[in-house]
């Protein structure tokens, strides 16, 4: 079983970019537990691949008008989806 370093993220976002914010951890592969939505700001937490986090983390100030605030912290590591990377050696 081949596994990669997860990162916990707490994350901030004005409650209007949630679906778009929302779509961007799942397309980096992140594992979000359910919004805590109040009325004008949401809070998200879960895991995501540690080297998805700074790529992310860039990229959040566009998807909320710079108003997200990202934490994160190592989380342990987790079995690597789909097929896993290969060593690049010789057989």
Known sequence: MVCAPVSRFDLEIPADALPSVLAKLVAAGATPEPAEVRTTRCRLTGTMPTEEVARFEQRLPDMTAGQ??????????EPVRGIPPSRGGAP
């Open 68 to 77: 997200g605030v990202l934490f994160s912290e190592p989380a342990g590591y």
